[in-house]
């Protein structure tokens, strides 16, 4: 499983919209949209921003990028921190 794949269903699990994630991080829409079609890479310090969004330890995220392992609700299940 891609990047993008995990981005997409991190967010679709968290009922968020790619505009409400680039508010989180500062960064444009499209931008959110290229990670998850997996056009443009994460780099180190935007994919520890990601998963502290969502609430994973960043060796939790890219253990499941690695391993290809889907991600289920329940590895999830913490609430995502919608405020700055």
Same mark, same amino acid.
């Given at each position: 499983m891609n990047v993008g794949i995990i981005l997409k269903r991190l &967010?679709?699990?968290? /009922?968020? #919209?790619?505009?409400?994630? /680039?508010? @989180? @991080? *500062? !960064? ?8 998850? &079609? #997996?056009?443009?890479?994460?780099? @180190? ?5 990601? /998963? /502290? !969004? $969502?609430?994973?330890? @960043? #060796? !939790?995220?890219?253990? $499941?990028?690695?391993?290809?392992? !889907?991600l289920t609700p329940d590895v999830v299940s913490r609430g995502i921190?919608?405020? *700055?």
């Amino acid at each position: 499983m891609n990047v993008g794949i995990i981005l997409k269903r991190l &967010r679709l699990m968290k /009922a968020v #919209s790619q505009a409400e994630i /680039a508010t @989180l @991080l *500062n !960064i444009e829409r499209t931008t959110d949209a290229k990670w998850e &079609r #997996s056009q443009v890479m994460l780099k @180190l310090d935007q994919a520890q921003k990601v /998963a /502290a !969004i $969502y609430g994973l330890p @960043l #060796s !939790i995220f890219i253990e $499941y990028v690695e391993c290809e392992q !889907i991600l289920t609700p329940d590895v999830v299940s913490r609430g995502i921190v919608l405020q *700055n």
